[in-house]
């Protein structure tokens, strides 16, 4: 597995929890939670990626594909 694969699947990983746990929490509480998540895994995302997953978890309530809602490669 290459370190982008690991490092997507490592997100994906984070997103997915905080999807779970977070649904109909507030924005602020899934932006920190989602943050907190990112920094135990050792992930950087910029900004606009936080606040495209943020508001993917918002909209859907469901799966989040981290892929399709930012840049990351």
């Not at 998540?37 to 918002?58: F, S």
Request: proline share 3%.
């Amino acid at each position: 597995m290459t370190d982008q694969a690991a490092e997507r699947e490592a997100i994906q990983a984070v997103v997915d929890r905080v999807t779970a746990w977070q649904h109909g929490a507030t924005e602020g509480t899934v932006e920190a939670e989602l943050r907190k998540g990112l920094d135990e895994a050792g992930v950087t995302l910029d900004d606009g990626d936080v606040r495209a997953l943020v508001e993917a978890i918002e909209a859907d309530g469901g799966p989040v594909d981290v892929e399709a809602d930012t840049d990351v490669p």
